[in-house]
């Protein structure tokens, strides 16, 4: 095993998954080819939400690959920020909107 | 900022370069040969195709000194084509119908003193003529605001680089201030019919990225551009023409630099594009030096490549030679065989 469970140069590697299973990887990259393309979304506008997914997801492989690519499709820092800032309010507020149950189960005990 | 030469980098040896694009900094950084993939492509020995386009870079002088500039060109250089070199470009243009399209370039082209003159018999020779007009430059100065007019008189095809459609990566690649004086010119030239439908009059744009990332599509870019430019500014245009920075002088050091110049390499060879490289430019264009040498393209004039013949200088210009030729590569034509390719047209593939 490396020293580290993650490797920036794994990202390279990512089409060789299919060394263990071709068929599965032949349709998965297809699909995922497919995604991607321009479309009712455009792919400037899809890179700009795997961007933001990439953060929910904190997959440092998409965050590497989908930095790169919505700058390199124009989005400044400034809106890749704003894109990272609705990833993590999604995030956030997921974590409290658990906060009703929370409050539903406290009430139901509560005398 | 100053050119390289004025700062004495050891970039401004073009002998440097080519030591770094061929074994990296340390000399032990392998890369694939660009021969071999040239040769799995079935390519190699790269050979010209039907030569059509006579590319005359007239001097090394210009009024900005852009971050990613190939030619290391600024306010600085002073090397400029002579008149009578320019009138040996004239007589082989004049022998040679083949060249149905002159492309000039620089530096800014229009701040060699003789341009008119140049461009006039070029045009009066019937050919197509292409001007690369860094835009900027037709406000630095009294004596260049009728450019429009002379660009239209003579109907030259005009490719104007605007790395982007807001000003800030404009600027951070071209320098402060570009972006706004490009937006004046583009309308200066919209206002004389340049990019306007029906005028005949052509202005494309060049897209190059501002930092060590390929180009996205270059149709995708497009839509943008001609949306976000006509939105904001009411400026039109013809076509947009996506250029990837080949790892050469100005653009080089800032790889270097910025740290990224391994990445980058490994990019470029990585999205090596068969497809791209069978259309190279340097297969129908021959690039004239301001000092009349001979080159496969604008590239290999930057790194002192002569081309690999008999025929190396104006004065002694064959024709047979030059079709005969190998065309002399390094690690550098990555940069025009990746992804969509890269030429001074655009993508090629």
Known sequence: MTEHYYNAKDLAKFGNVGDFQKDLADKFFSYYGEVFKDSTLTAREKSLIALAVAHAVQCPYCIDAYSTDAFEKGWNEAQMMEAVHVACAIRGGASLVHGVQMMNKVKEIAM | ?349
């Open chain 2, 1 to 349: 900022m100053k050119s390289l030469k004025a700062q004495h980098s050891i970039l401004a040896d073009s002998h440097e370069q080519l030591e770094i694009i061929e074994h990296g900094r340390t000399g032990d950084f392998a890369l694939v040969p660009f021969q071999q993939k040239l040769e799995e492509s079935d390519l190699f020995p790269l050979k010209p195709a039907q030569m059509e386009i006579f590319q005359v870079n007239i001097g090394k002088m210009c009024n900005q000194t852009c971050r990613h500039c190939h030619v290391d060109a600024g306010p600085d250089r002073k090397e400029i084509m002579t008149r009578e070199t320019m009138q040996q470009c004239l007589d082989v243009l004049q022998r040679n119908p083949q060249f149905t399209t002159v492309d000039i370039t620089g530096g800014a082209p229009e701040m060699n003193p003789d341009f008119r003159w140049f461009a006039g018999q070029i045009a009066d020779l019937g050919r197509h003529l292409i001007v690369r007009c860094n835009l900027t430059i037709i406000l630095a100065n009294k004596k260049y605001h009728d450019l429009p007019l002379f660009y239209k008189q003579h109907k030259m095809e005009l490719v104007s680089s605007l790395p982007f459609y807001t000003q800030d990566r404009t600027d951070r690649q071209r320098g402060k201030g570009v972006f706004d004086d490009s937006v004046k010119a583009l309308q200066k030239l919209n206002e004389v019919g340049y990019g306007r439908e029906g005028t005949g009059l052509i202005l494309n744009l060049v897209y190059n990225p501002a930092g060590a990332f390929l180009p996205p599509s270059q149709q995708a870019l497009e839509r943008e551009y001609k949306q976000a430019l006509f939105q904001q500014y009411n400026i039109q245009f013809n076509n947009l023409l996506a250029i990837t920075n080949l790892p050469i002088s100005r653009f080089l050091d800032y790889l270097l630099t910025s740290g990224n110049y391994e990445m980058y390499m490994e990019k470029l060879v990585n999205a090596y594009n068969p497809v791209a490289a069978a259309r190279v430019m340097c297969r129908n264009t021959i690039s004239v030096g301001w000092d009349g040498f001979l080159y496969d393209c604008d590239f290999n004039q930057m790194l002192e490549l002569k081309v690999n013949c008999n025929s190396t200088h104006i004065t002694n210009f064959n024709m047979h030679y030059l079709n005969k030729r190998n065309i002399v590569i390094g690690q550098h034509c990555y940069g025009c065989t990746a992804g969509a390719g890269s030429s001074c047209g655009g993508a090629v593939a």
